[in-house]
């Protein structure tokens, strides 16, 4: 018999024996929507390829992360008043915690199409750490569901709602706070939530009006000519870090407010989007010390970028859908635009690659499907019954999609 289980494994095909690695944080293992499932749905309806739906209470823009057998989300209701940990069980959407986090006694104002729960957490085995701006970052034991730790202290006036994302670097949480009043990025012993370090920006906004001062990026670790440095776009700058210290490499100022999308390297090159910035996309060369916006900055456009649904890179491939709807593909070495479609819907949702496949999620419930090539093909159009913020989550071959109300586990 057990010569039989020893031939066994050995005939697993290779493509089943290594596993995906884990939907840990926002837009993936690797920061950047790519998935390595080969057998997502394309087509769906709301019976067809639903292996299940479960109803989410509160509301909510943070995307679905997953560890083994559990997925786990963030919520709040609408008032701020109550900021909640939602986990799921991956295999029968059966919810198996419903955890009160933290209690406000006075939320900040939130603008309309935001929550009080934007932030994406970022999960590891054994521990979650979930952020809600400056109203509470907490690390979590998933399986005693104890908190280990929380910041309450960490000032920022959001003033339309928070919206950026922790990452987790060696034992370092990081995040920004890009706020009316304050901005700066602070770096956390992952370990005992202690400040490790705190830089503030320092950019020339060129104004007094704190609205024009905000952003709600998510920070990017690359390693490149043997530094490792940590891309962490704002307003009116991206500036590069040294992720241990939090001393500063080089910055490009690109102008712009309201920063919110993930930045992306591959290629060679850093790529940006500085939210409303006339040439919001920026593809920059890493390395450099000071100032290197005349230096290091390979190419811009501000044709068709979005403000909110970051972008895939697919080998020499740039694909991005903006906010209006409009899909397009650029040369990511050059910036060269190679097709542009209008597919419809208004997209706030980060879009996610698997299988030669993109995945756009808009507001309206429209969800499109197109082929990441150098023709537009569209593959298919589907609907939810309710519309999309989030960025979706993949486990398995499963892809997890969470509506205004509700998660969705699509599968074939």
Known sequence: MRHLTL??????????AAAQPYWNQFRGPNGDG???????????????????????????????VVWEDEIWMTTATEDGHKLS???????????????????????????????????????EEGRIYLHYGSHGTACLDTTSQKKLWERRDLPCNHWRGAGSSPIVHDDLLIVAYDGYDFQYVVALDKNT??????????????TDNGDAMKAYSTATVIEANGR?????????????????????????????????????????????????????????????????????????????????????VFKDLFFMIEDEGVASC?????????????????????PIYANGRIYCFSKDGKAVVFAAQREFELLAENEFEEGVWAAPAVAGNALLVRSKNH???LKK
């Not at 390595?36 to 995307?63: C, F, M, Q, Y």
């Not at 915690?97 to 935001?114: C, G, K, S, W």
């Not at 307003?235 to 920063?259: K, L, Q």
């Open 7 to 16: 031939f066994a494994m050995l005939c697993i095909p290779l493509h089943l």
């Open 34 to 64: 790519v998935s390595e499932a080969n057998d997502l749905p394309v087509r769906w309806t709301e019976t067809e390829n639903v292996a299940w739906k479960t109803p989410i209470h509160g509301l909510a823009w943070s995307s679905p």
């Open 85 to 123: 940990a939602v986990c799921i069980e991956l295999k029968s959407g059966k919810i198996i915690h419903d955890m009160l986090i933290f209690e406000v006694a006075e939320p900040q104002y939130r603008h309309p199409t935001n929550t009080h729960a934007s932030s994406t957490p970022i999960i």
């Open 193 to 206: 939530g202690e400040t490790v370090w705190n830089k503030d920006r320092n950019i020339d906004y060129g």
């Open 228 to 312: 490792q440095e940590l891309i962490s776009p704002s307003a009116m700058s991206t500036i590069a870090y040294n992720p241990a210290t939090g001393d500063e490499f080089w910055r490009v100022n690109h102008g712009g407010m309201n920063a919110a999308i993930r930045p992306l390297f591959s290629n060679g090159l850093i790529y940006v989007c500085a939210g409303d910035g006339p040439e919001a996309l920026v593809a920059i060369k890493p390395g450099g010390n000071g100032d290197v916006t005349n230096s290091h900055v390979e190419w811009r456009t501000g044709k068709s970028t979005p403000k909110r649904p970051s972008q895939i």
């Open 330 to 350: 650029l040369d990511a070495n050059t910036g060269e635009l190679i097709w542009k479609k209008r597919v419809g819907g208004k997209h706030w949702a980060s």
């Open 407 to 409: 998660l969705y586990c």
